[in-house]
Each structure stands twice: as C-alpha cells, then as structure tokens.
C-alpha cells in the first residue's frame, strides 16, 4: 500500500517549496529509486526544471520533463501521469494526482501558510485507509 509523508515547512515563500522538492528527489534518487515531481502546469514544472539545474548546489539530479523524453531520467517532472514510474511521487499540485496509488510513496510538502490545504489532503488520505507520516522539517536548509 501506497505509504504517504506530510513534510511540514514553516517558510511561506513557494520556492522553498521546490527547494525542499528537490532535496527529497536527491534523496530518493541516491537510495536507488525513480521519481515523478507532479505540478500544476507546464509553468510550474519548467520552474523547477529549471532549479534541479542549480540546486542542491554541487550535486547534479539527472531529470526531464515529461514532454522532453522524460522515460530515460531518473526523475521525471510535469503534469501528466507518468506512466513510466511507480516508486516515488513529490506531489507539488495543489490536489491529490489521481494515479497516486499505484506510487509506492507519496511526499506532501506542505509550507505554513498553507497548513488548511495540508489538512484537507491528509484527511483525504487518512478516509481511505493510507498509512500517514508527517515530519516537522524546521531549519532543514541549514
């Protein structure tokens, strides 16, 4: 069954948001696994296409959009359903993506202005049976 992570940031601004998206696909990609970084739109996927390129500084993340051959990079980014991968999803949507259940993890991230957001897609989860994790991520850029 699908295992889904809340990671609680206090920061309000959106790019730490996609910063902290790119650690967790840093982290996923060192252990061994595939991941999908799901957006909104092709703005908010090119946005951070474009900051996998610079961060985390010294540390290159082989990545691709879904419209750019994205089935030969470890991690995927767009908001199309991947058809391809299956191991990790960071959910940057404002909703929960409907092919969600077929990823072996979830991650959530979700900003402290945004907690109300937050709550309803843990509900969400929590009303259909998913096992719920959630980590209070205070100072995790330093």
């Known amino acids: 069954m699908t295992r889904v992570d809340f990671y609680l940031l206090q920061d309000l601004d959106p790019e730490a948001l996609q910063r902290f998206a790119c650690r967790l ?13 799901h957006t909104d739109d092709s703005i908010q996927a090119q946005a951070i296409d474009e900051l996998l390129w610079r961060y985390p500084e010294q540390r290159f993340l082989p990545h691709a959009q879904l419209s750019h ?27 929960i993506p409907s092919f969600f259940g077929r990823f072996d993890r979830v991650a959530e991230i979700v900003l402290g202005n945004q907690r109300e957001a937050g709550r309803a897609r843990y509900k969400n989860y929590r009303d259909r049976g998913y096992p719920l994790f959630h980590h209070d991520m205070d100072d995790w850029e330093s």
């Not at 696909?25 to 970084?37: F, P, Q």
């Not at 089935?71 to 980014?77: D, G």
């Open 25 to 37: 696909a840093s982290k996923a990609l060192s252990g061994g696994k595939r991941v999908h970084l």
């Open 69 to 95: 051959e994205a089935s030969v990079a470890p991690i995927s980014i767009g908001c199309e359903d991947p058809q391809d991968c299956d191991e990790v999803l960071i959910n940057l949507s404002g909703s």
